[in-house]
């Protein structure tokens, strides 16, 4: 095994979940002040980049007073986001400090290849594509606000800082709710918004020339703390990451039949559920054979999706079997479950639903740059096929919720591996199916 390099740009995280309700409703508004100087600082920020790459062409070497400018302002972007998105806390400090529960370990590039220097826009082209959809915060919203700035249209500011929301914004907006609730942020939401703010970090590091490693998109090593509890619907890979170009270059065509007998067995799966909704609603459980008809059907959506997007290498079977494919999904045995929850499973299932939506435009950028990427090198990047396996476990969870599959509610932390057993847990919510308390021992 060789060892991996640590990211030139990491997210640090202290936080301890813990929210205060009142400053979680007026979020947005103790915000304000931040966001006038993190425009105005982004502003400044461009404008010294610009003057960091014209160094690093003429001479090679960037001033290291200009980086640590530019990194900085990553830093307390990043802060800010953070609070704002409800995955930290305590209030930011004007200028960012050293030490807040969201932080960023930087380590500045200041020699750096010409010639990647020289494309360094058209290079982070992919980056940036993905940081719209992940968005981890209003550093994601500068590129769209230099792009405005330099084609003429000034547009709204505020509109810009959101611009780029997608996958964090969704989870913050679930947060909000669940930390009014509770009084506590929900770790897997909360994961996942340090997942997309880590993310965000390194791209714009890139971009502005902090750095001259590539952002990384894989989840176990932008937060490698996080970790998946036990659960129903598990996600099994065992994938490589090799690609044939030839069954890359049409791999839509071949999964045309695929997607036709996904479509029929999806319109006989939606005229199952209501009486499957009702027999659940009667007897305390779904009935084993219908258990393995909508785990077949979920584990074969799977497997169609993995080969569509490229995140799994082979032709996938018809029929769903459990175990055929480099990136299965394993489900436990039929449960019982508790018939006032299965009464409102479709109400319940809403949040879940809402951020597997998210999830599935990531897995749909994901598709598209992996496609290209093993088309020209017969590989998928690991880190985009691990976050395309990871959308792809969260859709299956959510689903198998939704369909009485489970009781278990999916989790949304970013995350392929388990939990070990030994230490505490916070559970996402304190929904049906995941335990009497947030807190519980696994």
Known sequence: MTEVPPLP???????????????VFFRLLLAIPHLIVVIVWGIAAFAVAVVLWLALLVEGKAPGTLQKFVASYIRYSTQVSAYINLAADPYPAFGGAVGYPIDLEIELATRQSRG???????????????????????????FTTFSSSTSGDGGDL??????????AMTAAFLAWFASLARGKMPLGLRDLIAYCIGYTAQAMGYLLLVTDRYPTTDPA??????????????????????????????????????????????????????????????????????????????RYTTHVLAFLYVIGGPFPGFTG????????????????QRRAVTAFRLFLAFPALVLAGAYGTAALVVALLGWWAALFTGRMPEGLRNLGAVSLRYSAQATAYLFLVTESYAYAAPALRDRPRNVQLELPFDAPGVGPTAIEAV
């Open 9 to 23: 740009i990491s997210v640090v995280v202290t936080d301890d979940l813990e929210r205060s309700r009142l400053t």
């Open 116 to 142: 990647r220097v020289a494309a360094r826009l058209v290079l982070a082209f992919p980056a940036l594509l993905l940081l719209a959809v992940l968005g981890g915060g209003f550093s994601g919203a500068n």
């Open 158 to 167: 505020w509109a810009l800082g959101w611009s780029s929301g997608g996958v």
């Open 221 to 298: 090593r932008v937060v490698p703390f996080a970790r998946l509890p036990p659960h129903a619907v598990r996600l099994e890979l065992s994938d490589e990451v090799r690609r044939s170009r030839l069954t890359v270059f049409f791999r839509f065509p071949l999964a045309v039949p695929h997607l036709i007998w996904l479509t029929l067995w999806s319109m006989l799966v939606l005229v199952l559920v209501t009486p499957a909704w009702l027999i659940a609603l009667v007897i305390g459980r779904l009935p084993s054979f219908l258990h393995r008809f909508f785990a077949a059907w979920i």
């Open 321 to 336: 079997a459990a175990g055929r494919y480099p990136v299965d999904i394993a489900f436990a045995p039929p449960e019982r």
